[in-house]
């Protein structure tokens, strides 16, 4: 019993350590403001919440978005500016890099 209870200690705690942060930085370089930033880890079926909420995220600005409690630092970005082009990253490994937002990037 005693060896039972310890391995499902083990395997609790070691779900818990699988989960890390991460952080991603990323720059506006469109020429126009971005109004919507959604972050999900990748290949989820929907979008999570906007992560500018009542701000906006500027030409020339660059923002750090931090990514809590994840188990892979692999992550889907949309960005959607005031002209409601959206900019879509897959498969972005947050861990290796970082994203500057071009013109080019448009979907």
Do not use: H
Request: with cysteine.
């Amino acid at each position: 019993m005693k060896t039972l209870l310890m391995g499902l200690l083990l395997l609790g705690c070691s779900s818990l350590a699988s989960a890390s942060d991460y952080y991603v930085d990323i720059t506006n370089d469109t020429g126009y403001t971005i109004l919507y930033m959604y972050v999900s880890p990748a290949k989820a079926e929907t979008w999570e919440e906007d992560m500018l909420g009542s701000n906006v995220f500027r030409d020339g600005e660059t923002q750090r978005v931090t990514l809590t409690n994840y188990e892979s630092p692999l992550f889907d970005i949309r960005l959607v500016d005031e002209d409601k082009d959206s900019y879509t990253f897959w498969d972005v490994d947050v861990s290796q890099r970082d994203i500057v937002v071009t013109l080019s990037d448009l979907d």
